[in-house]
Structure formats: structure tokens, C-alpha cells
């Protein structure tokens, strides 16, 4: 009976303790914590955040839930974004490939002279002038070569939707030797022992309303 008692008297003691310890923490004031709401306006408000938060467990309040729900793309993810709308086969990744080989075809074809190949792949305004180029070097009894050694990279630096008109800009990094030569085979620019770094900036183009799913350069620039 006595242990018993004893007992009873370990555990008041302990509950005691916990209890002023629980008061200590949770009564402590941080000095952040404001005048105590004497009508729990603020408490109801925290338990109507708390159950809409309930409902919607992605909600939160102020600034923070406008700042989670904005979306903010670049220029070129939204032009991705409307050509992909306008235009449900197109793949960035299937284009590059696509852009790439374009690339090694017209570079090759340039070289060469084929300008059947080139007119296949090129807008109108664009052949012309690789057509012009083409005729001026063979009136003067040039030839050009151009070795691809390699592409460094292709990557899609630019897109957008005018109209029905889907554009995509692509930077092209390769190496190259390139060598222009006169009638007698000498040298006249270029090294033929040198691989240069090239850097083109090309933009494709198609109707994406048209039948022809083919795109076509329309545009060439260099950064070098």
C-alpha cells in the first residue's frame, strides 16, 4: 500500500513537471507575436486559411499563391508552344535531326554547284542569291570545296508563328575546310590544311496550313 502511494506521488510529480514545462515553451512570448485578439477575429481567420487550405492543399495566401500559379515562359518556349498548337506533328527534337541534315545537304550541294538539290530545300528569295554566287564563281572559273569534318551542335535558338507561318532559327556550330580555287587549281582563299570554326545562324520556315510538310531556309546569317 505504502509503494503504491509512493507511486502515485512519483507520477503527480512527473505530471507536474511536464506540465510546467509545456507552459514555459508554449507561454513564452517572441515579441513578434502582436496584442492577443481578444474576440478570436485572428483565430477564426487562421482556422478559415487552415480549412480552405483543407480543400485546396496546393492554396496558400497572399503574394505567395499568385507567385506559385504564374507560368513564365521564354520567348522561344512560347513560340515552340504556338507552332505546336498550330501544328501537332512538330517535334523539336525530330526538327533538329531534320535541320541538321538539311545543313550537311545544302553546305554540300553549295559547294558543288547542285542547285537542283538546293532548290528543293531553299525559299525563293534565297536561292537567288545561292544561285547568283554559284553562276559567278563558274563564270570565273572557280571552284569551291568544302569538307564538313563536323557539327559541334545544333540548337534552336529562336521560334515564333506570324500568321500561319511557323519560323524556326537554329545555330549551327561545326568545323569546316574550306577552299576557293581559281582555273589553274591554285589556291585563292581559304587553307585547305586548316579545320575552321564555323558558327551559322539559319532560319527555317513553313505553312503550317499547307499541304507540304517540308520546311525551307529562309534566312542565313553568320556570327563569325
Known sequence: MGGDYVDVIIFAAIAAFLVFRLVSVLGKRTGQEG??????????ADIADREENHENPGASSGSDA????????????SGLEKIKAADRRFDVAGFQTGARNAFEMIITAFALGDTGTLKSLLSEGVFANFDHAITHRKRAGETQETSLVGIDSV???????????????????SKQVSVRRDQSGAVIDGD??????????WTFARDVRGKDPNWLLVETRSSN
Request: glycine share 2%.
Open 66 to 77: 499568385q507567385d506559385d500559379n504564374v507560368s513564365i515562359s521564354t520567348p522561344l518556349e
Open 35 to 44: 496584442s492577443r485578439d481578444p474576440f478570436g477575429i485572428a483565430r477564426s
Open 192 to 201: 585547305p590544311e586548316a579545320v575552321n570554326q564555323v558558327t551559322d545562324i
Open 155 to 173: 540548337e534552336v535558338i529562336e521560334a515564333c508563328l506570324p500568321h500561319s507561318t511557323a519560323q524556326v532559327t537554329v545555330k549551327f556550330v
